[in-house]
Nanobody
Framework: HVQLVESGGGSAQAGGSLRLSCEAS????????IGWFRQPLGKEREGVAA?????????LDASSVKGRFTISQDNAKNTVYLQMSDLEPEDTAMYYC????????????????????WGHGTQVTVS
């Protein structure tokens, strides 16, 4: 049983930065794919980035955030981060952390329905 808690959201000006954290409660053994998703108000949920924990730190990210957002992990803290830089108003959304008990797979990492564990979300507002 994995519990995920996001933090670090808030308001930022365009061009600013925020770092989101996803802390897993309880030990995670083996490889997990931890993904960040976002859902603008009234719109569909979309994948932002993902990382395979304990699997060499291989990462995936969406074209819309490439070069601006970086996903990373701190295994000792059971925490995955999303460093967001050069924020744009279009980044405004509820950001969710999700996990599934397998490595991230490039062909479908950004499909929300395959992730079995979800955090409560943290709001990011860029103006």
């Amino acid at each position: 049983h994995v519990q995920l808690v996001e933090s670090g959201g808030g308001s930022a000006q365009a061009g600013g930065s925020l770092r989101l954290s996803c802390e897993a409660s309880g030990a995670i053994f083996g490889n997990y794919c931890i993904g960040w998703f976002r859902q603008p108000l009234g719109k569909e949920r979309e994948g932002v980035a993902a990382i395979t924990t304990g699997g060499g730190g291989a990462t995936l990210d969406a074209s819309s955030v490439k070069g601006r957002f970086t996903i990373s992990q701190d295994n000792a803290k059971n925490t995955v981060y999303l460093q967001m830089s050069d924020l744009e108003p279009e980044d405004t959304a509820m950001y969710y952390c999700a996990a599934r008990g397998a490595i991230c797979v490039g062909a479908f990492w950004d499909i929300a329905g395959i992730f079995g564990y979800w955090g409560h979300g943290t709001q990011v507002t860029v103006s």
